[in-house]
């Protein structure tokens, strides 16, 4: 079964803080993809990762990419409240020859002053 | 690029009625999602069409949810007759295969059946 499995599901954390959401994924696909979902509003694409060993930064976040462990990360540095929503991760199903992706089920992040 | 357009952004109707929502992707791109997200159940891919082809449609709950693609620039998702448990966010993507591999978002429907 085409699993992807994000850790933790629910993030409570103080401003300041460092933090790391996890994202393993069962399919042998070599693309990974990373969104944001803030409260009632659309899912934005924030990195695509397309290639073991990825890494990409952007403010105080950054998404790296082991195709081997078919694990992703998204790391959070000094959290600030404004990085408060839900951040999908997701992978091809089909090698990416039709552009279906596996969504994990989201983590809720919360950051308090 | 105005991105992935939905309308209507919120829709109220009784349980029975027909309801239609409509997504007009990005132009360009190839590829078109239908998705439907819930507390419980949370984002589920419903449809998906490649060059207005319905590629997959499993994710589709029953026989009362119907999906068309007549043109590139046009799709429709009909729930006919709706009832209150498809109340949901509806959201559209689009993406164009094998040059920008992320799917882009439309700002999604708000359906609620009564």
């Known amino acids: 079964e085409l699993k992807v499995e994000q850790n933790p599901l629910f993030l409570s954390m103080q401003e300041g803080k460092n933090y790391t959401i996890y994202c393993n994924y069962s399919t042998t696909s070599d693309r990974l993809y990373w969104y944001r979902q803030d409260p009632g509003k659309s899912l934005e694409s924030l990195f695509v990762l397309l290639s073991n060993g990825a890494v990409k930064q952007e403010g105080r976040l950054m998404a790296s990419l082991d195709t081997k462990a078919r694990l992703s990360t998204l790391h959070i540095t000094a959290a600030v409240h404004d990085l408060s929503a839900t951040y999908f991760c997701?992978?091809?199903?089909?090698?990416?020859?039709?552009?279906?992706?596996?969504f994990g089920k989201g983590t809720k992040l919360s950051v308090k002053p | 690029d105005a991105g992935v357009i939905q309308s209507p952004r919120h829709e109220v109707t009784e349980m029975g009625q027909e309801v239609t929502l409509r997504c007009k992707p990005i132009s360009g791109h190839n590829s078109l999602f239908w998705y439907r997200q819930t507390m419980m159940r949370g984002l589920e891919l419903l449809i998906y069409?490649?060059?207005?082809?319905?590629?997959?449609d499993s994710g589709m709950p029953e026989d009362r949810f119907s999906a068309k693609m007549p043109n590139a620039s046009f799709s429709t998702l009909k729930i006919q007759p709706s009832e209150p448990r498809d109340s949901a966010v509806y959201f559209c993507a689009s993406s164009l295969i094998g040059v920008a591999p992320e799917q882009y978002f439309g700002p999604g429907t708000r359906l609620t059946v009564t």
């Open positions: 997701a992978v091809d199903r089909d090698g990416g020859s039709q552009g279906n992706l596996i």
């Open positions: 069409f490649n060059n207005n082809v319905p590629i997959d």
